[in-house]
């Protein structure tokens, strides 16, 4: 069994990702390994909701300079759960 906790490593919180509140869209940084049906059974562990859909990505980190160096931010998954139209939204994000 898995760690709900340790799935989901924390919202994400963008303009975009704003944006998909009134379709019931939620966007997560999650771990890089994890599939969408963990990511689904932690969410609906976590905030007590119904998951209709996960869509998961790779991200590929960015490049960074400073001055002559060249360095890479980590590479990580982004998930972006769609609630049921029936359950609750996730207070997490109603004050933002």
Known sequence: MFDPYSVILRPLV????MSG??????????RKNANKTEIKNAIEKIFSVKVDSV???NMKGKTKRM?????KRPDWKKAIVQLTAE???IEFFEGM
């Not at 509140?21 to 999650?30: C, H, I, P, R």
């Open 14 to 17: 963008t303009e975009q990702s």
């Open 21 to 30: 509140l009134a379709d019931k869209k939620y966007a997560f940084v999650v």
């Open 55 to 57: 869509n998961t990505m």
């Open 67 to 71: 001055g002559r160096h060249v360095g």
């Open 87 to 89: 359950s609750k939204e």
